[in-house]
């Protein structure tokens, strides 16, 4: 079983950035996927950025240039770096984590891009 705490998001204005932190209650070596989605209200919750156990990483095309993910095994935690941020990237921002046939979500941070 895997717990995942979401931390760092937050109001910035347009431009700004924020880190968000993911850390992982359980073995994060267990761990095959991890992923952020986003959900912006009346939209459907999106994967904005995934990191493999190996450390291969994918972007939702909106983000790529401006958002990083990265994961810290020794910490247990996983980072998504929020760069040049937008209106539009307003959203309930989710850690997933994938392992053998289950996945585990968090709880959820807000993250709000408004002046």
């Known amino acids: 079983q895997v717990q995942l705490v979401e931390s760092g998001g937050g109001l910035v204005q347009p431009g700004g950035s924020l880190r968000l932190s993911c850390t992982v209650f359980?073995?994060?070596?267990?761990?095959?996927?991890m992923g952020w989605y986003r959900q912006a209200p009346g939209k459907q919750r999106e994967l904005v950025a995934a990191?493999?156990?190996?450390?291969?990483?994918n972007y939702v095309d909106s983000v790529k240039g401006r958002f990083t993910i990265s994961r810290d095994n020794a910490k247990g935690t996983v980072y998504l770096q929020m760069n040049s941020l937008k209106p539009e990237d307003t959203a309930v921002y989710y850690c997933?984590?994938?392992?053998?046939?289950?996945?585990?979500w968090g709880q959820g941070t807000q993250v709000t891009v408004s002046s």
């Open positions: 990191i493999t156990s190996g450390g291969n990483t």
């Open positions: 359980g073995s994060i070596s267990s761990i095959n996927l």
């Open positions: 997933n984590a994938l392992y053998g046939h289950t996945s585990s």
